[in-house]
């Protein structure tokens, strides 16, 4: 009996640092969330105002035809942009993301595509180097919080190989998926196609009214073509600068999920082996008595015998 009270207080024990250690990542994650949504807030007027910006051009200048704007007549081969987290303890949140790009891979494949990867974070890097599959590029280290200057590096880099196109070893289509802050419940995964690009003004942040509102006159100088092509790669990046934003927002958000119900976990394991302890104890103490009584009886016996 004494070997198993030491057992109940050893997983009493262990349940009682891990209490610890979630709960003390579950207050990290709720401070990182706010600055997450912070700079997606911030980040946020600056892609609503760059899409209408597009949307206007190619609305009121249909003759220009730009490379990024022109749908491809022979699509062989896409690429898909997969952002996951460089850390785990975070759910289903790379789990659902990863599960994403293989039905998107399955679907591009089905319609005679080859496809290529670009990986952003740590877990993709290493669900892809365990599966042996081939990817050709990684950025990791800061999923996070993003920075600008990691989304113009993607940018560049997606682009170059969208403007080669298929035929030449580049591509000509592009994916990006990654997960959408829906709000702290709840983190969606999203597929967005990057290029050829799409002028979709469409945001989680945006006002239900935003569709009706009517977009200003723009007058374009030098020209619709010089415009264009200095608007449409900043319209990238704010794409994908905002794509890195919400994900880091619904990791953080995945992890304080996580981590509670880890902590709640904990807090039952800890009732449980207590009330396991203090029946074994009982237990023990009754066994006790148990021999107390039955030895003096037996005294009791042997003094009246004599």
Known sequence: MGAQLRVYRQKISSAQTTKKITRAMELIAASRIQRALNAVTSAFPYERAITRAVQA???????VNHPLLVERESVKRSAVILMASDRGLAGAYNTNVIHEVENLEALLIS?????????????????????RKDFVRSWTGMTDAPTIETA???????????????????????????????????????VLRLLPIQVVDKSSTAPDDYPHEIFPQYSFEPDPETVLDRLLPRYVNAKIYSALLQAAAAKHAA???????ASDNADKLITTYTRLQNNARQSE?????????????????????A
């Open 57 to 63: 051009l190619v609305t009121f200048s249909p003759h």
């Open 285 to 305: 103490i009754t066994e006790q008595i148990s021999e107390i009584v039955g030895g003096a009886d037996a005294l009791a016996q042997t003094d009246k015998d």
């Open 255 to 261: 992890t304080q999920k996580a981590m509670k119900s």
């Open 152 to 190: 113009i590096e993607i940018r560049r880099e997606v682009v170059e190989s969208f403007r080669k196109g298929g035929a030449n070893g580049g591509v000509d289509e592009i994916y990006v998926v990654s997960n959408h802050f829906v709000n702290m419940m709840a983190q969606v995964p999203e």
């Open 111 to 131: 319609e005679g595509k080859e496809v290529d990867f670009y990986l952003v974070g740590r877990k993709a890097t290493g669900y892809f180097d365990f599966r």
